[in-house]
């Protein structure tokens, strides 16, 4: 095994990425390269399908040249990638008949809007776990059958093929022999029904997309067939979209474990188990992964504002240079200041759902400086944090065990214990941060045989453990300051 490596590609929505990493986890080299947006019209997002292949493959190639590999020490691929970005390709040709549709794409809004006016929305939510939204892969196939000329009659004759990237990616490296995706990402097209693991029917035929268009769905480890390179067939045996696969890469293997990604928002999982959960928070239900037979299940929520509100300290109120000086000014707050920060600056996400709310700072006293406020709004990352984790617990019955998380912000040590303080679980922090391309490595060793999950277990070196020392009383009534704060924001610009 020693001279054997896993390579892992991740296909993100800004740049194309591919590790190589070792049977001890170590990650030996990295190639990673932007790509173009492409912004034809206000809310308009595209990437050229063909485009993406050519600098990914170029990355799984530059990262073998550093690593100082060939191809027959490759024992698999593992492929993780932006979820629901939608691309539509002819069969015969291989060629896309229209750029990639990306996530971000508001241009199917008013297509959504109709669906939700229709009265649709909670038998869509039944079938899928999502809530009707532009987001998801659906409405984009529908706008492409609709708007490219010969597409709708392509598509009746079975001539098209539609896949989100790692269904793209995969049919083109495997020179046009697998139409396939994981479980994963298709519980984020809103066609595939995550309840009975079938494209659904009812969906298929309100929004008018031929069956014979999708993909076959396999579990998140399995033979997604081969990349042949240097006259060497490579197996590519991991897939999985991009926070499940962050999700894997964190090692929730138990129902009620979680991760959370601290970026510009936080991106929170929690694994479910076997049973899916309905939210009656607006969260969404959807599928973690498929492995050694079984299909399991996790709840995703967004925080908007997150790392976000600490750059808005930093270049809106200039209280620093960089975020990173956010944490010596937090621990010079004056204890027990009761200042908080509602950063709702765009509106509330879940549990809230309130588009009317904005920002607001309340407790201050003449003695209130810099550093109570950004204490007060490094808090509101943790807060906001607890509030989706409260709704994941109320809605799955499942009790959150510990959080584990990763991101920009996670390096800030006041914000780490204080979220362990106020969720009252230990807060882990990895050693490696890349969590999405080991998730993606992993399900490909595991299918192998090249790691066990014991040896996964062992890989995953912890850097911290943030134990809760907060008094359960202080835990409580700091949360219902909380509560308070942002009742008092809600329905704002309404007034
Ligand atoms: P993204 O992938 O969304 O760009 P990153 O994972 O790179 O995000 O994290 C960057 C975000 O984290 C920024 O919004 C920044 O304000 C915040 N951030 C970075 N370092 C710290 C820190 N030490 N303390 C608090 N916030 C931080």
Redesign the pocket.
Known sequence: MSNKYIVAIDQGTTSCRALVIAHSGDIIATAQKEFTQIFPKPGWVEHDPEGIVRVQLQMVRDAMTQADIASHQVEAIGITNQRETTVVWNKSTGKPIYNAIVWQDKRTADLCEQIKSEGWADEFNQRTGLVVDSYFSATKVMWILEHIPGARELADRGQLAMGTIDTWLIWKMTGGNQHITDYSNASRTMLYNIYKLEWDEWILDRLQIPRSILPTVKPSSFDFGHYELDNVKIPIRGVAGDQQAALFGQQCLEPGMAKN?????CFMLMQTGEKASASHNGLLTTIAWGLDGKVYYALEGSVFI??????WL?DGLQFFQ??????SSALRATPDHGVYVVPAFAGMGAPYWDMYARGAIFGITRDTTSAEITQAT?DS?AYQTKDILEAMQSDSGVSLDRLNV???????N??MQFQADILGVPVVRPKVTETTAMGAAYLAGLETGFWSKEQIAKIRAIDREFVPIMLEQQRIDSYKGWQKAVKRTLGWMKD
Do not use: H, K, V
């Open positions: 990604t601290y970026g510009t928002g997150a790392g976000a509100a600490i750059q930093r960089s975020a990173s000086e956010s944490e490094l990352l990763d991101g920009g912000a996670t390096s800030n006041y914000l």
